[in-house]
């Protein structure tokens, strides 16, 4: 059920069962929001640097961007102490089963920092009613949700990326906790250390790509699977977070503000980009995507 090279692919993307689109998001308010430690290169020289009015503003954009395209906003307080709990994609993957139960499978963060964010989002899934999951306790893993695992729009069909913050065995386990095939992609530079920095899965036939993060088969896979792979350029990808956007709807593309070149090319491939300015978040090695969990 993990497939790693073109090879192994023995599947088609009408042999996975159909997912309706998300039409709710997670948003977790930075009250607390700073750059206290250095766990990706992004962060570095940046402690103590976030303007934190300036970075609420931009987080109350983002909120309202999202109302704006028909996705209701659930809203989880971020908590003291917890200062990178505003990537409200990384410590859980929601999931939905074939015969529709709601459910989360939760992360283990790799960041000794990050793990005592992973309890608040177990609490709020709960108390929504989705069934909450975690990975077997006997083996050793990382795993940081949707940060690493994205799924493929209307297919119940994951992407893994894995090598930083995500394990590859992790994948093993988590095809069989849910029951779905993830094609795991291998991570290599540290600047695109999860894989929601350098792949954005637009609509079931599109994606988002910074290419030069990924090998040869890494490639083959993805251009296997997407007719349409839009390719950002280096500086905008590096800088400024290019694929990081996020398609909430599979026609607007919300994206960092700037990303001029990735924008003209998401609208020659038939979006309508949205730039929102997270240069706040940018500090700490974020941008739209890793702010929001997108749930059933
Ligand atoms: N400072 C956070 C970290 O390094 C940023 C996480 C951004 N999330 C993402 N999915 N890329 O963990």
Known sequence: MVYTNLDSIDFSLDDCASLERPRRVVLTSPDYFDVEYVINPHMSGNIGGVNQPVAM???????????AVDVEPLIVDGEAGLPDMVFCA???????????????????MHAPERQNEVPHYAAFFDAIGYD?????????????????????PGRRLLWGGYGFRTDRETYEALAELIDVRVIALSLSDPEFYHLDTCFSALNTDSVLIFPDAFDDEALRLIHRFFDTVVEAPEGESRH???????????????????????VGRLADAGFHPVELDTSEFLKS????????????
Not at 57 to 67: D, E, P, T, V
Not at 90 to 108: A, E, M, W
Not at 243 to 250: E, S
């Open 57 to 67: 503003q931009q987080w109350k954009a983002l909120r309202a961007a999202y109302s």
């Open 90 to 108: 990384n410590q859980t993957l929601p999931y939905k089963t074939t015969d529709g139960r709601n459910g989360i499978v939760l992360s283990r």
């Open 132 to 152: 909450v999951q975690s990975l077997p306790e006997e083996i050793d893993i990382d795993f940081e949700g949707m940060g690493d695992a994205i799924w493929h």
């Open 240 to 262: 400024q977070f290019a694929c990081n956007a996020h398609c909430p709807d599979g026609d607007h593309v919300f994206i960092q503000e700037g990303c001029t070149e990735t």
């Open 285 to 296: 090695g974020g941008s739209v995507f890793c702010m929001k969990q997108m749930i059933w």
